[in-house]
């Protein structure tokens, strides 16, 4: 059965760093893209970044460039987001899910993890 677990979200200043860990079971991540998505209160999930399965990143939000990054180790069939620079408009639930090829359209995607938490607070 094929899974995205997500986790590494949580409480943190602005500024600070988070790396969430998008787990895969039940297939192997290594010819997969990976995309993230965020949705806050009342607003529809955006899409974030994607690393395609050669490792290419791209980013959709502008807000986001040169704060955060992505990672994949095929070995632990996981992909990261690192987020760094956090700001309160980061706060959101983070997503992961799943596709042959990267997009940064919700429609895109079949498989979605069941997200986490990111709150930026003072």
């Known amino acids: 059965q094929l899974q995205l677990v997500e986790s590494g979200g949580g409480l943190v200043q602005p500024g600070g760093s988070l790396r969430l860990s998008c787990a895969a079971s039940?297939?192997?991540?290594?010819?997969?893209?990976i995309g993230w998505f965020r949705q806050a209160p009342g607003k529809e999930r955006k899409g974030v970044s994607c690393i395609s399965s050669s490792g290419g990143v791209t980013h959709y939000l502008d807000s986001v460039k040169g704060r955060f990054t992505m990672s994949r180790d095929n070995a632990k069939n996981t992909v990261y987001l690192q987020m760094n620079s956090l700001k309160p408009e980061d706060t959101a639930v983070y997503y992961c899910a799943v596709d042959l090829n990267c997009s940064g359209y919700r429609g895109h995607y079949d498989y979605w993890g069941q997200g986490t938490q990111v709150t930026v607070s003072s």
């Open positions: 039940g297939f192997t991540l290594d010819y997969y893209a």
